[in-house]
């Protein structure tokens, strides 16, 4: 196990340079001049051309790619053009945030989704799988853009009970939480629960009721156990979405978060900024698979890897 | 990216997993316990992270007010985005700065006289000091302009200052300002804030900005959240009547509207949809209020194109086009038509130009006369086609949607392209358009058409996007640099204005009015044309409780 962690760790070194690699190119390619955001409308050709070269953006793409891998490997990911800091320090302002948000959602969904997804199955064509599968499709289609303000329109303004928008106490944290884990919930009820109707037809169920087990027991301890294989698959590429990706979330919830930080960078095309959040994203999502093959063995112990 | 792939993963014994559960043996126990303390620690980093109490904005006696977007950099010597440089303005004094009616008054100067046309000499109030208790010297004002002067500070305010020779310091609150030639616009520059001499040059040595001297001061700065300021106990003036103001970031416009109505902002200015207004009005006891301002909205032109470079087929299009019909409809009422550049409220704005009221017959008359004739009548196929640029906001797209309709009317058809925000600008600057659509911000002095329509003045050289290209123009606008009356210069840029408006380089579109929302509660605030906050020094609470 722990020589195949060390491969994986090594592993994601490749991954992590292609994709910054990629990022790196593609980032130069899209049109927009960060020097224009910069200076504005009233600068001189000629201060734009000084600026332009005391950031080294007159140089060639390979030389301000290679002097972008030696900051890496020195750990600097330079500083962001546009605001004015380090892109460690705003990295590390906004990291939390999106962390916090991304681990109450995923809780909420997980807190929505297995016992709603194990009631279905148990009584699967009764009106509660009927209500989970509609819970589904709503949960499914309803986007965050629309449910984040609808939640505001009742928690906020109708009820009181919870602040409109913004980060700060556990309070503030609900409503962005519900709205993204809204969507992963009707995900992994959908998911969960087919895979608990595919597994409670194996013939270890069959032998587990034979036994004369409960049915408790038997949905419980056999078959969620069983069935939750695919769901962890699920969780994962979830959650490194969820970290990445909950851009809408925190731009409705002014959440402060990386995932408006990735926008406000690539609009204003802070080229570090853009490299350094992609990097934080990748680390994510490469993390996460790690974890989840190291869930997969504690979930499944015949699961190993290597020798 | 990877993704999980189950080829990784190697199973002892593939009969085996469909034959065994996982519940027999000793390593349940073993997994229980694993499950337990993963959970356990899940719920410490969560719960963890999180902030139990809800932090600031709970100050009695402060004023939250909504703004889209984060404040990028506060030092007055760096800031170029709109909301840095409004919240600067009440952290920094400057020598002079422009009042609600966009004259340059007296600040931080006791008074100033222009020697020659070269040179300005400017006394300072003494009694005035830096949020630290510093004094406020003219060897604060010197290093202020000449920290922006020196090249290594990559200050984007450097270029405005050129036509600065020299500052020198005549005594402990006495400056002189040379100018290498006579420029008539320099004045506005003297509106930069000061900062104190013990500031770092650069705008990267301090991970805060550094102190000022205006009527508020930095509480805190939370990056993507909010900027405190309180009050100046101070400061020369006399204390604000606000205890202190939190810019509270809110990027989504219908997500501001709700916290105005919950009552966690209290004060709002432009950067509303339109269509909210009425619903603010009907659903809060807000104070909703529009007054004229100085942003105008035009269709830009590329005169390098083989059609629109006649000028009737541009004549034509502004006749095309029912201003009154879209600012009714699609910004009710939020703007008002406009003939230039130039709004009322400028000291030089001419009103007598050519004007070009919603005539489709004499638009379709030009059209011909141009070479242009409709090749079947009412039929389907159009005398030529053009595309039309613009950004992918919501508004700006149902505007371009607007045009197209009306354009069409006369035979010309429209291809819409909307884009996000850096790439639509990058082909406005590289002239890749033939019409486009945008808005000039912060229109004060009128040399602004030297940046604009001056021949000399085509990207990179200036923002002449359009390549227009009048000698006639370039000498007046040459004039207005260096004439000093401001009579002389007023009738050098209402001749301008004439010719532009026969030209048609930009087709005027509006000029916005700038739209406050605020707590009923909250009185003495004077709207800026700019969308200045200058005015909030002056607001107060009547008596009920305040927003916060």
Known sequence: MKRYLLQRSLLLLPTLFGALTLVFFLIHLVPGDPIEVMLGETASAADKDELRRSLALDQPLMVQYRSFLTGLLRGDLGRSLYEQSSVTDLIRTRLPATIELTLCAMAIAVIISFPLATLAAVKKGSGIDRGALLFSLVGLSLPNFWLGPLLMIIFSIQLGWTPVSGRGGLDHLVLPSLTLGMGMAAILTRILRGSLLQVSNEDYVRSARAKGLSEKQVWLKHTLRNALLSVITIMSLQFGSLLAGSIITETVFSWPGIGRLTVQAIQTRDYPLVQGCVLVIAISYLLVNLLTDIFYHLVDPRITYGK | MTLIKHENLTHRNKRDMVSQNFTSGNSRLIRNNTYHRLLVASLIVVLGGCRFSSSSNHNPGYLVVGIESNPLQLDPRYSTDANSVRIGGLIYNSLLRSDENSRLQLELAENWQKMDPQTYIFDLRRNTTFHNGQPLTAADVKFTYESILQAKNLSPKRALLKPLQAIDQLGPYRLRFRLAAPHAPFLEHFTIGIVPASSAGDAVSSATPPVGSGPFMLESLQSGEAVTLKANPSYWEGKPSLAGLVFKVVPDAMVRVLEFKKGSIGFMQNDLEPDVLPWIKHNT???????????????????????????????????????????????????????????????????????????????????????????????????????????????????????????????????????????????????????????????????????????????????????????????????????????????????????????????????????????????????????????????????QTPAQ
Do not use: C
Not at chain 2, 308 to 335: F, N, P, Y
Not at chain 2, 392 to 416: F, S, T, Y
Not at chain 2, 504 to 510: A, E
């Open chain 2, 285 to 543: 006891d807000a104070a909703i209020e529009a007054r004229q301002g100085t942003t105008f909205q035009y269709i830009g032109i590329n005169l390098t194109h083989p059609i629109l470079m006649h000028k009737k087929v541009r004549q034509a299009l502004a006749h095309a086009i029912d201003r009154e019909s879209i600012i009714r409809h699609l910004i009710k009422d939020l703007g008002t038509p406009a003939s230039g550049l130039l709004s009322p409220l400028n000291w030089a704005y001419e009103g007598r130009v050519n004007q070009w009221p919603h005539d489709p017959e004499k638009a379709k008359h030009l059209l011909d006369e141009a070479g242009f004739p409709d090749p079947d009548g009412d039929g389907p196929r159009p005398r030529f086609k053009l595309s039309f640029k613009s950004t992918n906001l919501d508004l700006r797209r149902r505007i371009a949607e607007a045009l197209k309709e009306q354009l069409q009317r006369l035979g010309i058809e429209l291809e819409i392209r909307t884009y996000e925000w850096g790439t639509f600008f990058s082909d406005i600057k590289k002239g890749n358009f033939h019409l486009y659509s945008l808005a000039w911000v912060g229109i004060q002095d009128p040399d602004i058409y030297h940046q604009i329509f001056h021949s000399a003045s085509v990207p990179p050289n200036g923002d002449n996007r359009g390549h227009y290209s009048n000698s006639q123009v370039d000498q007046l606008l040459e004039k207005g640099r260096t004439a000093m009356d401001a009579t002389e210069r007023k009738r050098i840029y209402g001749e301008v204005q004439r010719i532009l408006a026969e030209d048609l380089p930009y087709i005027p579109l509006w000029w916005w009015k700038n739209v406050i929302v605020k707590t009923s509660s909250l009185q003495g605030f004077v709207p800026y044309p700019d969308g200045d906050f200058t005015a909030l020094k002056k607001v107060s609470f009547r008596s």
